[in-house]
């Protein structure tokens, strides 16, 4: 399997078709036939190879990205529940760095004082099967599963066989509405005593206990549920009328007063050593528990604080499941090579000897950055007990489920005495130009990254940056793909955007045309020519992200683009702001949704008097479309609308700059924050969801009958 550092574009976005597909498949499997075909392990590497890809190519992201998503959809064999409170997942951690960055972001995101003890819960991952309660006046109305995430299945009647699940709570404090949220799962003991006489039986046995609870659970007969020794861990809450306690832990605490079993190695905690120390506690008495586990779950206790902290697409910032280790294999790190990429980023690559973990043959590994190498976290902690990694050095290797293998650690006993320690280039390998660590000048923390200072004099960067502004969220010039774009490099005629425009014209007088050079004939020739015309004229936002500008993906040119309506006032902004004060900086930094990273990147790309040159050069080629002002007025300004099915009287194009010229923000998938949906013929999945959370439909004589003409 190829490298995500690897990936074309064209490839990324293949990749992204086949893991949206592969990883539905598997969902349905594991949440709705209770029959997984793969490991937890090889389901995570699924999700996070579409996580990696996601992350280098954020402009390929799907409106069916699994990132999107939880869980499955419901089969039409139950009754639907719509869970008040959407019943997310949780983001991974698979190693102890991964758990001090987590609590590294949690702190910078609520600016908590440094040296002040922030508290955390820790509990072990049931591997069961999630199930939502929801009691009135203290009594068991409905039980619900996770579904995708949005619906689930109701399986009250199974429900209430299980004997940890009380039919009335009982003690104090007990809400009015009160969602109890947890797992249910089979003990192995009994597991084993249940297969044990489906054999006696003359019956097929059960491949694992998580699967023969979910699958008792959802039975049609509860007499079946009920014969299966099911068990219940209460560990969360949804809907609720008014919450009892004021923290995560005394919620739980709660909850056993109320007459649930909860989890007795839960606990809480102030730093993240004391995090790490349950972890292992834990791990350790993994195989003794008469339950599967498999990870710890580490959650911020103070509920205001989790209220802060919010949620990011599929997944509780407050909140993070530390899984246990897969499988490691131990190999030899032959080389280290520097990789410099489009936005000049240094990023180093270790060459591995390969070997085979978990399945897959590994032969290269990321290495991040200088600090990571010489074995420095983030939080300036060491994160390898053998240090540095050197070349030469035999080094443990792990998936964790992820595909971008890591190092785990590296064996120093079997290190030459030859071996000396990595020297990062402070030069760019590609341009010679100098490399540097750029410093924040407000917080004044220097990057962990070091990046080429050379620009479009710098060859892997100008090969990159070609390659991203022909990408089609920018430019999209048919026949002119990354291949062409280091063909047309390497001989000397395209070293720029710019060059682009002036490709025909010079070719006229090369004595090497292009219809003469491999790959290309007059046919093919005149057709990237006829391409290259037809781009000449070109939207505001595709233009401004076709640039490149660091940290200005396709969502912030277009943020940009709606706000300064050309490309005149763009610029004269961009210059204006170039001191990073004043009134024009002022109002870029107020842009909603653009932050002041975007905003600093935006301005200093501008200042820089190469690529200002090269942008100067492409406007006097291209003439940009200006951004109609959104009209506040309309009966749509302000909501969130979504397009499906097959639109007749319009593009899915025309109908996405309608609706954002009319002021309403258009979402590529459905969610309780949709104000209106508009189904074309053959509207599926989007429309049934819709009608599912009450959102307002239409049919596009409906959208024109609202909004008007086209």
Known sequence: MKDVMDLTADEAAEELARLA????????????????????????????????????????????????????TVQSKFEKITHVVPMLSLDNAFNDEDVADFVGRVKRFLKWPDGEALAFTAEPKIDGLSLALRYENGKLVSAATRGDGAVGENVTANAKTIQDIPQNLIGENIPEVMEVRGEVYLGKSDFMALNKRMEEEGKPVYVNPRNTAAGSLRQLDSSIT??????????????????????????VEQFEAWGFSINPLMGRFENTAELIERYRLIEEQRSSLDYDIDGVVYKVDDLALQSRLGFVSRSPRWAIAHKFPAELATTVLEKIDIVTGRTGALSPVARLTPVTVGGVVVSNVTLHNEDYIAGIGSNGEPIRAGGDLREGDTVTVYRAGDVIPKILDVDVSKRGDGAERFEFPEVCNSCGSPAVRETNEKSGKVDSVRRCTGGFICPAQAVEGLKHFVSR?????????????????EWGMVMNPADIFTLQERDARSLTRLENRDGFGKTSANKLFRAIQDRRLIDLHRFIFGLGIRHVGEGNAKLFARHY??????????????????????????????????????????????????????????????????????????????????????????????????????????SGKTDLLVAGPGAGSKLKKAVELGVETTDEDGWFALVGPL
Request: aromatic content about 8%; charged content about 25%; glycine content about 6%.
């Open 21 to 72: 597909a592969e990883i539905v498949k598997h969902d349905e499997r594991y949440h709705g036939d209770d029959a997984p075909t793969i490991s937890d392990a090889e389901y995570d590497a699924l999700r996070l190879r579409n996580k990696a890809i996601e992350e280098r190519f954020p402009d390929l992201i799907r409106e069916d990205s699994p990132s999107k998503s939880v869980g499955s």
């Open 226 to 251: 009920a014969s299966r020794p099911l068990k219940f861990f209460a560990y969360a809450w949804g809907d609720v009328s008014a919450l009892p306690s004021s923290s995560q832990f005394a919620m």
């Open 473 to 489: 969220n920018a430019f999209d010039i048919d026949g002119f793909g990354e291949k062409q774009a280091e063909a047309f490099y």
């Open 565 to 670: 309506q050309t490309i005149e006032g763009f610029l004269a902004a961009m210059d204006a702001s170039a001191t990073f004060e004043g009134e024009a900086w002022d109002e870029l930094i107020n842009i909603d949704g653009i932050g002041e990273t975007a905003a600093r990147a935006a301005v200093a790309f501008l200042s820089d008097p190469q690529r200002r040159s090269v942008v100067d050069s492409l406007l006097e080629n291209v003439t940009t479309v200006p951004v109609e002002q959104a009209d506040t007025s309309s009966p749509v300004a302000g909501k969130v609308v979504v397009f499906t099915g097959s639109l007749e009287k319009m593009t899915r194009d025309e109908a996405k700059a309608m609706a954002e010229r009319l002021g309403a923000k258009v979402a590529g998938s459905v």
